[in-house]
T-cell receptor, first 112, second 111 residues
Framework: DQQVKQNSPSLSVQEGRISILNCDYTNSMFDYFLWYKKYPAEGPTFLISISSIKDKNEDGRFTVFLNKSAKHLSLHIVPSQPGDSAVYFCAARENAGNMLTFGGGTRLMVKP | SQTIHQWPATLVQPVGSPLSLECTVEGTSNPNLYWYRQAAGRGLQLLFYSVGIGQISSEVPQNLSASRPQDRQFILSSKKLLLSDSGFYLC??????????FGPGTRLLVL
């Protein structure tokens, strides 16, 4: 049973445009959500997070939106750059827990 | 600042051989430590986590084991590798209820 799902395995975007990566979850006990970026043969790099008490968090070109009623979060990258091309994972943590549950990842390709 | 190291970076091993992957963290004390595996084209699967020396929790029963002999050292082992153990192994650290940070990973190919 996948508690965190990224339904789009890949996304292609033109440089300068907006990239929107989506993530859905089923566990209502999740209270903290994160996005990681991963290049091939490297470890994931933490990008941005959001607590369930917020519906938006912004850091430079990256904004994460959380819709708790829909159990959905999204990562917006504006403007997209070729260096953003990577696999993006969303992850969620349950109340007071130490473990993260990851989605399957979305491969983003930003074309020059 | 905190740093996490993993070695080796790449490993090719025959089926049935033993395995030992090491992870060390610098710049923090009493971190939670994690081992993940990413199989080809798939997401991250949590294998083991540890909240302290000698304390190991296993998430997926399999051919692997983990040990934490020191506060900032986490070891992933196997007595006999299987073909299905091939993958990209990631160590991560985190503090209680905080973000996890990943190491550079070890690519394991079992032939």
């Amino acid at each position: 049973d996948q508690q965190v799902k990224q339904n789009s395995p890949s996304l292609s975007v033109q440089e300068g445009r907006i990239s929107i990566l989506n993530c859905d979850y089923t566990n209502s006990m999740f209270d903290y959500f994160l996005w990681y970026k991963k290049y091939p043969a490297e470890g994931p790099t933490f990008l941005i997070s959001i607590s369930s008490i917020k519906d938006k968090n912004e850091d430079g070109r990256f904004t994460v939106f959380l819709n708790k009623s829909a159990k959905h979060l999204s990562l917006h990258i504006v403007p997209s750059q070729p260096g953003d091309s990577a696999v993006y994972f969303c992850a969620a943590r349950e109340n007071a827990g130490n473990m993260l549950t990851f989605g399957g990842g979305t491969r983003l390709m930003v074309k020059p | 600042s905190q740093t996490i190291h993993q070695w080796p970076a790449t490993l090719v091993q025959p089926v049935g051989s033993p395995l030992s992957l090491e992870c060390t963290v610098e710049g923090t004390s009493n971190p939670n430590l994690y081992w993940y595996r990413q199989a080809a084209g798939r997401g991250l699967q949590l294998l083991f986590y540890s909240v302290g020396i000698g304390q190991i929790s296993s998430e997926v029963p399999q051919n692997l084991s983990a040990s934490r002999p020191q506060d900032r050292q986490f070891i992933l082992s196997s007595k006999k590798l299987l073909l299905s153990d091939s993958g990209f192994y990631l160590c991560a650290w985190g503090l209680l209820k905080k973000t996890q940070y990943f190491g550079p990973g070890t690519r394991l190919l079992v032939l």
